[in-house]
């Protein structure tokens, strides 16, 4: 499934612990020291960040990092993208074989061999393409103020700061229940 790296985590804390702050420039040490984050780990993070155009960076006594753009501009998505890259979304059960094989001394399997013909692969599919579109339409502003989650008929960006994270699942769990009573 899907996980975030702890680069990932650490650079949305730190993106999120900016916006906070309203603009001013804050040290790596401020963030690492606040979040109890490793300072090193934190400071290629945030570099990278600053490479990709989401963080501006100023070097000297009062320098530090800020956003280099607004909060409502940068999602969660694009952070995820610049820091690990998107997710593969299309072998639904590709990460579980190699590790099963590696870890069993074989040579991984590039594909699924029950992939033509498995039953649950396009809800699984849906269930990560719903899940990174939610990242791609949840901007740092949403995270700074998370409001209370509802249930709305539709996740689009213009309601992104209230919409469920997981309504498109629930939706997918949805059409699943019907496709198995409808058998």
């Known amino acids: 499934m899907l996980q975030l790296t702890k680069r990932t985590e650490y650079g949305l804390i730190a993106l999120v612990h900016m916006v906070d702050r309203g603009g001013e420039f804050v040290s790596a040490r401020e963030i690492s020291d606040t979040y109890t984050i490793p300072k090193r780990l934190l400071a290629e993070v945030l570099k990278d960040l600053s490479r990709t155009g989401m963080v501006e960076s100023h070097r000297g006594a009062t320098g530090g990092y800020a956003l280099a753009r607004s909060a409502e501009s940068i999602t969660v998505g694009a952070v995820v ?10 072998s639904c059960g590709n990460d579980l074989i190699q590790k099963a094989s590696s870890a069993n001394g074989q040579q991984p399997s ?74």
């Open 81 to 90: 993208a610049a820091l690990e890259g998107a997710p593969t979304l299309a």
């Open 110 to 183: 590039r594909s699924c061999e029950v992939e033509p013909v498995c039953p649950i692969r396009s809800p699984l599919q849906r269930i990560r393409e719903g899940i990174w579109n939610q990242m791609e339409h949840t901007s740092l502003r949403s995270l700074v103020n998370p409001g209370p989650i509802s249930v709305s008929a539709s996740a689009s960006p213009s309601n992104e700061d209230t919409a469920n994270p997981l309504q498109d699942i629930g939706a997918v769990a949805d059409d699943t229940e019907t496709t198995k009573s409808s058998r």
